[in-house]
């Protein structure tokens, strides 16, 4: 099973020990901010299956509706089930109202989604973030396996890397900070996870979202953050 990572010991006694030691090592970073007109997901590349990187280049970062992404990281095939699952009820609901969910009301359905599945859980975290055009703000959500949601803060880290990315956001947010300081932010996040996680890395996936909708920064975007 490929993991991108999941709680620590969350259900491990049911996935076996050896020696004492857990036979499953994962990890993986990925934060969420806001920023003045918006707000940034993103997440390193890396996949591991036990100690093996069994993916340089895994998505970890999709765009559930226009205006609406989540960053994924746990079982590579619960939190896809669940991100094709997301996609779907929004459509849906699209379909049959004309109109589409707003972000805390695709949180709302996913923590539903998630607490039903609890005593066979879905094995991931998630941050959701999108743009509510009602208000005209950007909105973020972090959310567990049961079904649980936080969104009182304006940034999220997730992951075996996230208490060092949390480090970074804690000492670099500002309200009201621009694009380019949110996305350079970030990056730095995730990269400097990345240097003391041996389980994220292999470069980085962002995604800004703001009132015209969701925008994947390509590899070129990304390095010119990079190198500032």
Do not use: W
């Amino acid at each position: 099973m490929i993991l991108l990572d999941y709680p620590e010991g969350y259900f491990m006694h049911n996935m076996g020990e050896s020696n004492g030691e857990d036979t499953v090592k994962t990890g993986t970073t990925t934060v969420g901010l806001k920023f003045d007109g918006g707000l940034v997901l993103a997440t390193e590349k890396r996949a591991s299956m036990g100690y093996q990187v069994s993916s340089k280049n895994a998505k970890k970062v999709y765009e559930v509706d226009g205006g609406i992404g989540i960053t994924t990281a746990g079982s590579v095939g619960d939190i896809q089930t669940m991100v094709k699952y997301m996609k779907a009820e929004t459509n849906l609901f699209k379909y049959r109202k004309d109109r589409k969910m707003s972000p805390k009301a695709v949180a709302s359905l996913m923590a539903n989604i998630l607490q039903g599945s609890k005593m066979m859980p879905y094995l991931g975290l998630f941050i959701l973030g999108g743009y509510n055009h009602e208000k005209g703000e950007a909105e973020i959500y972090q959310l567990d396996p049961a079904g649980g949601v936080l969104g009182e803060d304006p940034y999220y880290a997730t992951g075996s890397g996230s208490q060092v990315a949390y480090g970074l956001l804690e000492d670099g947010f500002d309200d009201g900070m621009d694009r380019d300081a949110a996305v350079s932010l970030a990056l730095r996040s995730i990269n400097s996870a990345s240097e003391r996680d041996i389980a994220s890395g292999n470069g980085f996936s962002v995604m800004v979202i703001d009132e015209n909708g969701c925008h994947v920064m390509d590899d070129g975007e990304v390095e010119e953050y990079l190198v500032k």
